[in-house]
């Protein structure tokens, strides 16, 4: 399993621009890049998820270089709502069910 | 609505007792997996199923066991043998194991040991 590294937390002002930075050094081919959200005393939800380039989504876009062992969650104006914990999971999606969630990255948007 | 339901959402136990936590889906997915968060922590896998009838040891496993007996249900009973078991139980399912399958979590069940 590939593993990820993510900045502990972060934080940001209302209407900018943020953008969270996920390592992925050792990714396997068949791997693919996926983000959740979790707020306070909820499971996690989906936000986007690529393979490689750029994908772009209602909520969110993802970057991810050629090379693959990065990838960047882009959140445009961010809100207090925005507010929760990221994480960043690699994975075969073709049978390897043991995806790993780290410690994730903590947002806090300030008014 | 479809979705993922978890009961109850909050669980007191007194040290030494078992206990079931309740997780069931009706959006007819084959995987489904029972994770545990501590405070200011990430979510560590307990035990996932692929299929009916069959199902794996995750990272922590000791002190719990499951059940896969039909596709929608898959409980946890959380065992006298678990050390720390106060923590926030999550449930969660996937579709299989194509590409582009998110997993869908349930709202979680609180465990406090007392």
């Known amino acids: 399993l590939a593993k990820t590294t993510q900045p502990i937390s972060m934080d940001s002002y209302e209407g900018q621009e943020v953008n969270i930075t996920c390592s992925h050094n050792?990714?396997?081919?068949?791997?693919?890049i996926t983000w959740y959200q979790q707020f306070p005393s909820q499971g996690p939800r989906f936000i986007i998820q690529?393979?490689?380039t750029k994908v772009t989504n209602e909520v969110a876009s993802l970057f991810i270089p050629a090379d693959r062992k990065s990838s960047t969650l882009s959140l445009p104006r961010v809100s207090l709502s925005d507010t929760a914990v990221y994480y960043c999971?690699?994975?075969?999606?073709?049978?390897?069910?043991?995806?790993?969630f780290g410690t994730g990255t903590r947002l806090t948007i300030i008014p | 609505d479809g979705g993922i339901t978890q009961s109850p959402k909050y669980l007191f136990r007194k040290e030494g007792q078992n206990v079931t936590l309740s997780c069931e889906q009706n959006?007819?997915?084959?995987?489904m997996y029972w994770y545990r968060q501590d405070p200011g922590q990430g979510l560590r896998l307990i035990y996932y199923?692929?299929?009916?009838?069959?199902?794996q040891k995750g990272d922590i496993a000791e002190g719990y066991s499951v059940s896969r007996e039909k596709k929608e249900s898959f409980p946890l009973t959380v065992t006298s043998a678990q050390k720390n078991p106060t923590a926030f139980y999550l449930c969660?399912?996937?579709?299989?194991?194509?590409?582009?399958?998110?997993?869908?979590f349930g709202p979680g069940t609180r465990l406090t040991v007392l």
């Open positions: 969660a399912s996937r579709a299989g194991t194509s590409s582009y399958n998110e997993q869908f």
């Open positions: 050792n990714i396997a081919t068949n791997d693919y």
């Open positions: 690529g393979y490689k």
């Open positions: 999971l690699v994975g075969d999606n073709f049978g390897n069910e043991k995806l790993t």
């Open positions: 959006l007819n997915h084959d995987a």
């Open positions: 199923s692929q299929i009916v009838n069959d199902f």
